[in-house]
């Protein structure tokens, strides 16, 4: 009888290790996904459908562009920042939009451009509206969040970590501002929610 005891015992723990094992590692998980990257987008290079959940836990940077504007050497710094902070967790998402007519090209034009001109290795889309009732949904959340849709190419929009909405920046505030490096500097120093 003892050891059919101990036997039940041993049975009785596995059954009981097996069914918290994944409870204990989904613990260990990041979050999930937050609303604010519950999106899907195609990529600017191919097209091919990129889910902005798999960039959950880092800080995010919005940034609407556009090839022929005054702001489009923007791009230079918003590349310099994510190279300077992408190992600690930054990422700058590129959404190039037609909406103020300075975005003419097809989205191999516009990464070609991006690329041989500005040396962006930041995650870009394809193109899409940023603005009014053809905004994308991440958009259109954006401007709920944030009370302001974009006004001009490169307006940006700061999520933390948890995906929650931080700040947004008009057009003139450059990538290299002390505020918008500031407030990137705060929220790479929180820890990854979990």
Known sequence: MNRLTRLLSTATAL????????????????????ATLQHTFPRLQDEKPQS???????????????????????????????????????VVLGFPSNDFAQEKGSNKEI????????????????????KG????PLYQQLAQLSGTAPRWNFH????????KLVDNYSSLTGPDNKGLVRAIEQQLALPTPR
Do not use: H, I
Request: with cysteine; proline share 5%.
């Open 15 to 34: 059954a009981a290790w097996l069914l918290l094992a994944p409870a204990a590692q989904a613990a260990d998980a990041p979050a999930a996904c937050p």
């Open 52 to 90: 902005l959940c798999q960039y959950s836990g880092k800080v995010v940077l919005v940034v609407n562009t556009a090839s022929f504007c005054g702001f489009t050497g923007q791009y230079k710094g918003l590349e310099e920042l994510y190279a300077r902070y992408k190992d600690k967790g930054l």
């Open 111 to 130: 990464a070609d451009f991006c690329e041989n001109t500005f040396g962006v290795k930041f995650p870009m889309f394809a193109k899409s509206s940023v």
């Open 133 to 136: 009732p053809e905004a994308s």
């Open 156 to 163: 940006k929009y700061l999520l933390g970590r948890d995906g």
